[in-house]
């Protein structure tokens, strides 16, 4: 006799549980080559496509248990770069949360693979309606993890790992989030075609395939041409890591021996890195006698960053210097990171590592002015360091009137690691998202001018000392990411997880109104 159906909202898993967290198991580093240095970014769509299958008919205990060993597997070598100098116990707690994030997560998209056929059976229902769900309670998931806890840490967005592909484009549009979701969205629409088994009738195919020619055919949203920018950027290579050991101003020195060549070219503006500087420029003279002379000699402005005190505060700030009038406008780092530059809940986690936390003696307090400067009329958005995986900061520039980007940082306690390259690709697909050239600098390397639709323009090796100075192009007009970005998220984000809970609700009173099966009826009297 053959096994009997299972109901419609108990749906039989496609894989055993024990194959299934071998699949998830492989899912994370196949996903994880989509990512830089290795950049095989077809492989998003196998990872994620694994991910999914795995957890198409689970229970909420094995999805968590399906999900925890993806996030694992992936997030455990994904960011094992932390692990360069600050060893061991920063790498598994931040995978580890990630990943707990991961498993929850995967509870949801497994409703949603239970619900949705329930609710709204039928076969257009499955190609279409429930791909979209899966993408956006997957997007959530992505949303929550970028902004919590603390800042949150947006660093693996699927997105994210298509910088050198022919799909970055379409981020300009509905930014990277909206390109998770579309990658999502194809993947899950491409399974259910495979599931349905009726590959002669064409129209079931209509659905993915109208979500590839999106992914592939929508071009890049242009920006307009605003001339050009003389920049001079300098990547000093000194001794900026957390641990190195260093004299006073060493880094300072390494910058501007560095910069020498630069003295007497004509620039619009001198560009250092995050932690290009070693003493506050606004509280001891002697550093900002330094910056006075170097303006003059390179006789332009400069774009600098150093730690800076006001009052009981203390800031990661990014200066616009004039030679005689000294900082003239400010820009502090708005998303401080937690465990690095600043610790949230010192108490509680010095308790728990007081050796590792004790190292960490400056508390940076978050910035508020806007990631912008007005170079002489031009506008110049600014992201220091990890800011620039942060959306907000990005868009805010962007309407803000920036005509270029000048992202700060400073890579040294990741010498030799994937972090660099990681970064790196975020930078280039921030230019593709926003139509505006990016000038991205780092203390120690790699430091790269990308044009506005993401070609390399001019580039520093890691790991030496060394200069540019590079025509780099402006633009105006922003594009729609730029714009409606917040929108997009909050209506894929909140919109899918209000369907979801709408449909547990239904399924639900379903349920109540279903008449319970009749007993057989007692013998006795």
């Given at each position: 006799m053959?096994?009997?159906?299972?109901p419609?909202?108990?749906?039989?898993?496609?894989?055993p549980?024990?194959?299934?967290?071998?699949?998830?198991?492989?899912?994370?580093?196949?996903l994880?080559?989509?990512?830089?240095?290795?950049?095989?970014?077809?492989l998003?769509?196998?990872?994620?496509?694994l991910?999914?299958?795995?957890?198409?008919g689970?229970?909420?205990w094995?999805?968590?248990l399906?999900?925890?060993?993806?996030?694992?597997s992936?997030?455990l070598i994904?960011?094992?770069?932390?692990t360069?100098y600050?060893?061991?116990i920063?790498?598994?707690?931040l995978?580890?949360i990630?990943?707990?994030?991961?498993?929850?997560?995967s509870i949801l998209?497994?409703?949603?693979?239970?619900?949705?056929p329930?609710?709204?059976?039928g076969?257009?229902?499955?190609?279409?309606?429930?791909?979209l769900?899966?993408?956006?309670?997957?997007?959530?998931?992505e949303?929550?993890?970028?902004?919590w806890?603390?800042?949150?840490?947006?660093?693996?967005?699927?997105g994210?790992?298509?910088s050198?592909?022919?799909?970055?484009?379409?981020?300009s549009w509905?930014?990277?989030?909206?390109l998770?979701f579309?990658?999502?969205a194809?993947?899950?629409?491409?399974?259910?075609w495979?599931?349905?088994r009726?590959?002669?009738d064409?129209?079931?195919?209509?659905?993915s395939?109208?979500l590839a020619l999106v992914?592939?055919?929508v071009?890049?949203?242009p920006?307009?041409?605003?001339?050009?920018?003389?920049?001079?950027?300098?990547?000093?290579n000194?001794?900026?890591?957390y641990?190195?050991d260093?004299e006073r101003?060493?880094?300072?020195?390494?910058?501007?021996?560095?910069?020498?060549?630069?003295f007497?070219?004509?620039?619009d503006v001198?560009l250092?890195p995050?932690g290009?500087i070693?003493s506050?420029?606004?509280?001891?003279d002697?550093?900002a006698?330094v910056?006075d002379?170097?303006s003059?000699?390179?006789?332009?402005?400069?774009?600098v960053?150093?730690?800076?005190?006001?009052?009981?505060?203390?800031?990661n700030?990014?200066?616009?210097?004039i030679?005689?009038?000294?900082?003239?406008?400010?820009?502090?780092k708005?998303h401080?990171?937690p465990?690095?530059e600043?610790v949230p809940d010192?108490?509680?986690?010095?308790?728990l590592?007081?050796d590792?936390?004790?190292?960490?003696?400056?508390e940076y307090?978050?910035?508020?002015?806007?990631?912008?400067?007005d170079l002489?009329?031009i506008?110049v958005?600014?992201?220091?360091?990890?800011d620039?995986?942060?959306?907000?900061?990005?868009w805010?520039?962007?309407?803000?009137?920036?005509?270029?980007?000048m992202?700060?940082?400073?890579?040294a306690?990741?010498?030799?690691?994937?972090e660099?390259?990681q970064q790196?690709?975020?930078a280039?697909?921030?230019?593709?998202?926003t139509?505006?050239?990016?000038?991205?600098?780092?203390?120690?390397?790699?430091?790269q001018?990308?044009?506005?639709?993401?070609a390399?323009?001019d580039?520093?090796?890691?790991?030496?000392a060394?200069?540019?100075?590079?025509?780099?192009?402006?633009?105006?007009?922003l594009?729609?990411?730029?714009v409606v970005g917040?929108w997009?998220?909050?209506l894929?984000?909140?919109g899918s997880?209000?369907?979801?809970?709408?449909?547990?609700v239904?399924?639900?009173l379903?349920?109540r109104?279903?008449?319970?099966?009749?007993?057989?009826?007692?013998s006795?009297?």
């Amino acid at each position: 006799m053959p096994d009997a159906v299972p109901p419609p909202d108990r749906p039989k898993p496609l894989l055993p549980l024990w194959a299934a967290l071998l699949v998830s198991a492989a899912a994370g580093p196949i996903l994880d080559l989509a990512y830089p240095s290795v950049g095989w970014w077809p492989l998003a769509f196998v990872g994620v496509g694994l991910s999914l299958i795995a957890l198409v008919g689970r229970r909420a205990w094995s999805a968590l248990l399906v999900g925890l060993v993806f996030g694992a597997s992936f997030y455990l070598i994904h960011i094992v770069w932390i692990t360069r100098y600050l060893g061991e116990i920063p790498w598994f707690a931040l995978a580890g949360i990630e990943t707990l994030f991961m498993g929850l997560g995967s509870i949801l998209i497994a409703l949603a693979y239970r619900w949705m056929p329930r609710v709204l059976p039928g076969r257009w229902s499955r190609l279409v309606l429930l791909p979209l769900l899966v993408a956006g309670v997957w997007t959530a998931r992505e949303l929550f993890m970028g902004s919590w806890p603390y800042t949150g840490f947006p660093w693996a967005r699927i997105g994210m790992s298509q910088s050198e592909s022919p799909l970055a484009h379409l981020s300009s549009w509905v930014g990277v989030s909206g390109l998770t979701f579309l990658m999502v969205a194809f993947t899950a629409a491409v399974i259910e075609w495979i599931r349905m088994r009726q590959p002669r009738d064409i129209r079931t195919v209509v659905p993915s395939v109208a979500l590839a020619l999106v992914l592939l055919l929508v071009p890049q949203f242009p920006t307009t041409p605003a001339g050009e920018l003389r920049v001079g950027s300098v990547q000093g290579n000194g001794p900026s890591g957390y641990f190195d050991d260093r004299e006073r101003n060493a880094v300072l020195n390494a910058q501007l021996e560095a910069s020498a060549p630069l003295f007497g070219q004509d620039m619009d503006v001198l560009l250092w890195p995050e932690g290009g500087i070693d003493s506050d420029p606004l509280a001891n003279d002697g550093t900002a006698a330094v910056l006075d002379a170097l303006s003059e000699r390179v006789d332009a402005p400069l774009i600098v960053n150093a730690a800076t005190e006001r009052g009981d505060d203390v800031f990661n700030t990014s200066m616009l210097w004039i030679a005689g009038e000294g900082a003239v406008q400010l820009h502090d780092k708005t998303h401080p990171v937690p465990m690095g530059e600043y610790v949230p809940d010192r108490w509680f986690f010095e308790a728990l590592a007081p050796d590792l936390i004790g190292l960490i003696q400056r508390e940076y307090t978050p910035g508020t002015n806007p990631p912008l400067f007005d170079l002489d009329g031009i506008g110049v958005g600014l992201a220091i360091c990890f800011d620039v995986i942060y959306d907000d900061v990005i868009w805010e520039a962007a309407r803000g009137g920036a005509e270029v980007y000048m992202f700060q940082t400073n890579n040294a306690d990741f010498r030799d690691t994937d972090e660099n390259l990681q970064q790196l690709a975020f930078a280039r697909m921030r230019a593709i998202e926003t139509g505006r050239s990016v000038v991205n600098l780092s203390t120690v390397g790699t430091s790269q001018v990308i044009s506005p639709d993401g070609a390399t323009i001019d580039a520093l090796p890691e790991g030496e000392a060394g200069h540019m100075l590079t025509e780099v192009p402006l633009r105006t007009g922003l594009t729609p990411a730029s714009v409606v970005g917040p929108w997009i998220q909050g209506l894929i984000g909140w919109g899918s997880l209000a369907v979801l809970v709408a449909l547990g609700v239904i399924v639900r009173l379903r349920r109540r109104k279903t008449p319970a099966p009749s007993e057989p009826a007692s013998s006795e009297r």
